[in-house]
């Protein structure tokens, strides 16, 4: 069909090269027109056209009309532009539409520009020429790129979205990634801005191997930015007033861009008041005026401040505040040694954590105050030079210590709420800022404690008897076991020596075993004293009678024996069967006068008198 169309306009052009005389001779000579007419070519619809005149339509056609070979890129020019497309003249036989979609990255174009096409299709199905913008920039786009990167030279680039880590940029055709942090010199928060948009760019990077494409439009500005980064570093002096834009703010702090140089102001820097974020100061993109605090040789690091611009806090306090005055003020910070009081903008008093309450034992300050509240307090300490104020919450209220002799007189008994321990003792409560000492040997009369913890809990409450009192120590001496008569009073007479109980093998111990004759008197039996009558041993659980053979009051030590049980009746025992002896034996042996006798009788019968 294509060539019908080729066929058909050199047959017009041939008709009007050859017409005039054609129609002269038949007009002049009929009869030799007819004669000398081919009606060959006439039928098959070819007139012969003569052989100078076909060399120089020829060569006409070559050197205006293109040959509409597939996959060749050739320029054309936009003679119309439609709302989807634009008309493309390439100097062949048809125009060539394409779409405007192709041309996204140049929304300048304009009727006369001149622009490369791939003829992608001769002619479609209505002889139209098919022709591709964006397949004739991509067959030529690597080569411009690579150009673009040893130039230098800028390129205009469509960003076409948004991806990981920054934008994909249409450039020349090819697919370029841009990103994110060589958009802009400032930090981006709206990527979506950029989406459809055409910018300029430069090419900073290619990989030859994959056919990777890095491109930067923050590489264009730097330049100009260098340039006024040079001027205002020059200029730089400490004490010097510039303004800037809030370009970044940080949880330490804000970055101002000064004009292509940034400086930070530290968040100590912002405010004479204690902040705990710089975004209740400062606001992204506003602008402000800073003070040049220092920067380093090479001026590459500028600290900025913004608090220096205004009057210190302390410098505006009134002369009439004096130690002594009540102030009220917000808990802006707590530690544990204490909180910090913000009485005026900027001036700030520490309420020492034993400056909270007349209590001696150590508390925290949390236990008292909470950040954001209200207080009032004294003031104990002005230092105008040093800016420093200590403050005092318990001097608001009267020294318990003041009439202490009267309410807790020694010998007195009353009540406490156990506070914390030590390990040789218990602190209790009696009442705010009045804290006694229980000493661990003070707890029980009976029971043998390791530690406090044993025999109480923080919070319980305990009844205690004041042992001593030191005013001017501010020192309590209490007692616990002194609210109860000493039960070992009773037992001295009660578990005398060599007094017999019954009892029951408790433990087994080391050296030994232990029998609880009662909740408080527990007796240890050496191993040596469990030894039974018949040989064996007194086990765990047997009841059995026991002698005791020691008892020490003030040690609460008592020792029992079992077998001093049977042994002291076998010796009884002995004792009497030997006594009955010697009695039998005096009564069987001779008296002395019975002696005489004898010895008279033998001497008569020995002189003859019998």
């Known amino acids: 069909m294509a060539e019908n169309a080729k066929q058909a306009e050199v047959e017009a052009t041939e008709a009007k090269s050859v017409e005039a005389p054609v129609v002269s001779e038949a007009k002049a000579n009929p009869e030799k027109f007819l004669k000398e007419f081919n009606w060959h070519n006439y039928q098959e619809g070819i007139d012969e056209v003569d052989a100078k005149q076909l060399q120089e339509f020829e060569k006409l056609v070559a050197e205006n009309f293109v040959d509409t070979l597939d996959d060749e890129v050739v320029e054309g020019t936009v003679v119309h532009i439609t709302d989807r497309d634009a008309i493309i003249d390439i100097n062949a036989k048809s125009e060539g539409v394409i779409s405007l979609n192709e041309f996204r990255y140049n929304p300048n174009l ?3 520009d001149k622009v490369e096409v791939l003829i992608d299709v001769r002619e479609d199905a209505t002889g139209q020429l098919v022709l591709s913008h964006r397949k004739a920039r991509v ?22 979205c948004r991806t990981k880590g920054g934008m994909i940029v249409d450039v020349f055709g090819i697919e370029a990634f841009l990103p994110g942090s060589q958009i802009d010199v400032k930090p981006i928060r709206d990527y979506d801005q950029y989406v459809n948009k055409t910018m300029e760019f430069k090419v900073v990077k290619i990989n030859h191997e994959f056919k990777n494409v890095v491109v930067s439009h923050k590489a264009l500005i730097e ?50 008041s204690r902040i705990n974020h710089p975004n209740e100061i400062v606001e992204l993109d506003q602008k402000l005026n800073v003070v040049i605090l220092d920067f380093d040789e090479d001026k590459s690091r500028i600290q900025l401040g913004l608090k220096q611009l205004s009057k210190h806090p302390w410098e505006a306090l009134a002369d009439t505040v004096a130690v002594g005055d009540k102030v009220k003020g917000k808990v802006v910070v707590i530690a544990d040694y204490g909180a910090f009081i913000e009485v005026a903008d900027g001036v700030e008093g520490l309420i020492h954590v034993s400056e909270m ?12 105050v909470s950040v954001g509240d209200e207080v009032e307090a004294v003031i104990l300490t002005l230092d105008r030079e040093e800016r420093k104020m200590s403050l005092g919450i318990k001097q608001l209220s009267a020294d318990p210590w003041t009439d202490i002799t009267t309410k807790y007189p020694v010998g007195s008994k009353h009540k406490g709420i156990v506070r914390n321990f030590t390990n040789f003792g218990v602190f209790v409560e009696l009442e705010e800022g009045i804290d006694g000492l229980i000493y661990i040997s003070d707890l029980s009369w009976t029971k043998k404690i390791k530690h406090p913890s044993e025999f109480c809990s923080a919070g319980d409450e305990l009844e205690v008897v004041v042992l001593e009192l030191d005013v001017e120590g501010r020192k309590l001496s209490l007692g616990h076991k002194q609210t109860t008569a000493n039960p070992w009073d009773k037992y001295e007479t009660e578990f ?45 659980g047997e009841e059995a009678e026991f002698k005791i053979i020691e008892f020490n009051k003030e040690f609460k030590r008592v020792v029992a024996s079992h077998t001093a049980i049977f042994k002291a009746e076998e010796i009884a025992n002995v004792k009497a069967a030997a006594r009955k002896a010697e009695a039998q034996a005096a009564e069987a042996k001779p008296t002395l006068g019975d002696a005489n006798d004898a010895l008279q009788a033998l001497k008569d019968k020995m002189d003859g008198k019998k």
Do not use: C, M
Not at 139 to 160: H, L, M, P, S, Y
Not at 246 to 259: A, E, Q
Not at 503 to 531: C, M, Q, W, Y
């Open 357 to 368: 309450s007349w209590s001696t034992h150590l508390r925290s300050a949390q236990d008292f």
């Open 223 to 272: 330049a100009d930015i260098e340039i006024q980064k040079k001027e205002i570093i020059g200029q730089l002096e400490k004490g010097q007033v510039l303004e800037g834009v809030v370009k970044n703010i940080t949880s330490y702090g804000v970055f101002i861009d000064l004009g292509g140089v940034d400086g930070l102001i530290h968040i100590t820097d912002l405010s004479w």
């Open 139 to 160: 067959i030529k786009a690597w080569d411009r790129v690579i150009k673009a990167n040893e130039t230098g030279e800028i390129v205009n680039g469509f960003v076409k």
């Open 110 to 112: 304009a009727v006369g």
């Open 496 to 540: 005398a020596l060599e007094t017999v109980h019954t009892g029951k093998i408790a433990e087994i111990v080391d050296k030994g075993a232990t029998v609880e004759f009662n909740e408080d008197i527990v007796a240890f039996i050496p191993s040596r004293h469990l030894e039974k009558e018949d040989g064996s041993k007194l086990k765990k």
